[in-house]
Antibody, heavy 127, light 108 residues
Framework: QLQLQESGPGLVKPSETLSLTCTVSGGSISSSSYFWGWIRQPPGKGLEWIGSIYYSGSTYYNPSLKSRIAISVDTSKNQFSLKLSSVTAADTAVYYC???????????????????WGQGTLVTVSS | SYELTQPPSMSVSPGQTAVITCSGDKLGDKYTCWYQQKPGQSPVLVIYQDTKRPSGIPERFSGSNSGNTATLTISGTQAMDEADYYCQAWDSSTPCVVFGGGTKLTVL
């Protein structure tokens, strides 16, 4: 059974860089059939897609965050990571990682979805 | 940028049918999926590719998509179905994943 687990600091100072890692178990991140994605949810609010990555390194980023994000993959560790720079209080959220289906061969089709999701990790931006 | 609109909340009586809508420009030309999120839990996929149910999702969950509106229908709603529901689509013009704002379903 595929499982994803987010890890990283729960507290980040304003203007600094948020760094999170997602560890995939029960399956290979190098599968040609999937991308791997990050999604966040501010407290009490809805879901926001951050970006997704293929094992080869191809990425899709949310245009509204593109200037501040970098997603990378480490196939040797079966992990992918998120870096979000210049954070503010507005970046406080639960951050989820998830397998991004319907995306393969380096691109996403019209039909894609996230399943399964990690348990999420709360990151608070505060001094 | 492409937007998906959901009603913020709705309520349904146990045993009745809940219909949650998700609206977007020519949404029927795209594919929609739906997630259920209970308090303190991660989202769970309940419908993908407009109408398909993942294994383990009860048959009372169904989906459709036509015109400008996708719908998630829960037949014979149970107390355990009380949750937030989010629709999601892919905007190929950007390209970008888009989520609806979510609908809080109350079963009372």
């Amino acid at each position: 059974q595929l499982q994803l687990q987010e890890s990283g600091p729960g507290l980040v100072k304003p203007s600094e860089t948020l760094s999170l890692t997602c560890t995939v178990s029960g399956g290979s991140i190098s599968s040609s059939s999937y991308f791997w994605g990050w999604i966040r949810q501010p407290p009490g609010k809805g879901l926001e897609w951050i970006g997704s990555i293929y094992y080869s390194g191809s990425t899709y980023y949310n245009p509204s965050l593109k200037s501040r994000i970098a997603i990378s993959v480490d196939t040797s560790k079966n992990q992918f990571s998120l870096k979000l720079s210049s954070v503010t209080a507005a970046d406080t959220a639960v951050y989820y990682c998830a397998r991004h289906s319907g995306c393969s061969g380096g691109s996403c089709s019209l039909y894609n979805w996230f399943d399964p999701w990690g348990q999420g990790t709360l990151v608070t931006v505060s001094s | 940028s492409y937007e998906l609109t959901q009603p913020p909340s709705m309520s349904v009586s146990p045993g009745q049918t809940a219909v949650i809508t998700c609206s977007g420009d020519k949404l029927g030309d795209k594919y929609t999926c739906w997630y259920q999120q209970k308090p303190g839990q991660s989202p769970v996929l309940v419908i993908y590719q407009d109408t398909k149910r993942p294994s383990g999702i009860p048959e009372r969950f169904s989906g459709s998509n036509s015109g400008n509106t996708a719908t998630l229908t829960i037949s014979g709603t149970q107390a355990m179905d009380e949750a937030d529901y989010y629709c999601q689509a892919w905007d190929s013009s950007t390209p970008c994943v888009v989520f609806g704002g979510g609908t809080k379903l109350t079963v009372l």
